[in-house]
T-cell receptor, first 116, second 112 residues
């Protein structure tokens, strides 16, 4: 079974500062990794995904993440945050199940609060 | 293309009642998954349907069930509601052969 740990439940940061949201996973097989963002009263929006290939993945809204197999990490970064980035961020691992189905296994989420 | 739609957006029920939530996937997507989101447990996988068949199920009691229709629309049903069933229920659809799931806005269920 796979599990996902988001190391920080809350991350406060000032506008225009850089930010890193940390994610570690455990798995005995190859994984697909995702970062989703959730704004208040909305569903989840995909920021970026790692399936294979280059370990540095670029996503929407200026976010990027680096897959580190040896450290089993997939940390999310942004060089300069905006007030509008205030939201809940979820790291997820895609688990291939029987009958070719898929299920996302989510971390508990990190609340990013950007202040002026 | 229209995104994943879920109805209703908000629902209030009382303990012991049952509820049915609906999800319309993105056109062409045959896989529909359901997730429960609560402050305590976070996001948890409920089940996945593909071509009207339940393909996978999470660790939830039998009170939680679902089905998928020939047009890929899906419903989930919760019977004998408990206070702990209060949650945001998210539906996600996925194109065949792809990992990426597209989420709807969710249905907020409150059980009183």
């Amino acid at each position: 079974a796979q599990s996902v740990t988001q190391l920080d439940s809350q991350v406060p940061v000032f506008e225009e500062a850089p930010v890193e949201l940390r994610c570690n996973y455990s798995s005995s097989v190859s994984v697909y990794l995702f970062w989703y963002v959730q704004y208040p009263n909305q569903g989840l929006q995909l920021l970026l995904k790692y399936l294979s290939g280059s370990t540095l993945v670029k996503g929407i809204n200026g976010f990027e993440a680096e897959f580190n197999k040896s450290q089993t990490s997939f940390h999310l970064r942004k060089p300069s945050v905006h007030i509008s980035d205030t939201a809940e961020y979820f790291c997820a691992v895609s688990e291939r199940r029987s009958n070719s189905g898929y299920a996302l296994n989510f971390g508990k989420g990190t609340s990013l609060l950007v202040t002026p | 293309k229209a995104g994943v739609t879920q109805t209703p957006r908000y629902l209030i029920k009382t303990r012991g009642q049952q509820v049915t939530l609906s999800c319309s996937p993105i056109s062409g997507h045959r896989s529909v998954s359901w997730y429960q989101q609560t402050p305590g447990q976070g996001l948890q996988f409920l089940f996945e349907y593909f071509s009207e068949t339940q393909r996978n199920k999470g660790n939830f009691p039998g009170r939680f069930s679902g089905r998928q229709f020939s047009n890929s629309r899906s419903e989930m049903n919760v019977s004998t509601l408990e206070l702990g069933d209060s949650a945001l229920y998210l539906c996600a659809s996925r194109p065949s052969g792809d990992n990426e799931q597209f989420f709807g806005p969710g249905t907020r269920l409150t059980v009183l």
